[in-house]
């Protein structure tokens, strides 16, 4: 059974920083590109981030780039999102989640693409 977990959200002033975790378990983690999601309250979901199954290639939403970096450690099966300079309307419910593809460069914004999900973790940022 495929697990995803979310870690690390919280309430943080505008400029601030936050890392954000997310562990998978049950596939091979070295398999499958992940991603980010977002979700602020009143808007459709949107795709953030994703990383290739490497981790070589990298993808970001305009609004993130040169702000946030995404990761991943294949020995810990985790990924990572570290969150610099944040804004305000960077508040949202942010996910983590699992496609089992080796490149995501067409799945940053397609969250039907991705099959695994967790049930997201909880970001704030005050102004």
């Known amino acids: 059974q495929v697990q995803v977990a979310e870690s690390g959200g919280g309430l943080v002033q505008a400029g601030g920083s936050l890392r954000l975790s997310c562990t998978a378990s049950?596939?091979?983690?070295?398999?499958?590109?992940m991603g980010w999601f977002r979700q602020a309250p009143g808007k459709e979901r949107e795709g953030v981030s994703c990383?290739?199954?490497?981790?070589?290639?990298?993808y970001y939403v305009d609004a993130v780039k040169g702000r946030f970096t995404i990761s991943r450690d294949g020995a810990k099966n985790t990924l990572y999102l570290q969150m610099n300079s944040l804004k305000p309307e960077d508040t949202a419910m942010y996910y983590c989640a699992a496609v089992s593809a080796t490149d995501c460069s067409s799945y940053l914004s397609e969250d039907d693409a991705y099959p695994f999900w967790g049930q997201g973790t909880q970001v704030t940022v005050s102004s």
């Open positions: 990383i290739s199954w490497s981790g070589e290639s990298t």
């Open positions: 049950g596939l091979r983690f070295d398999d499958v590109a």
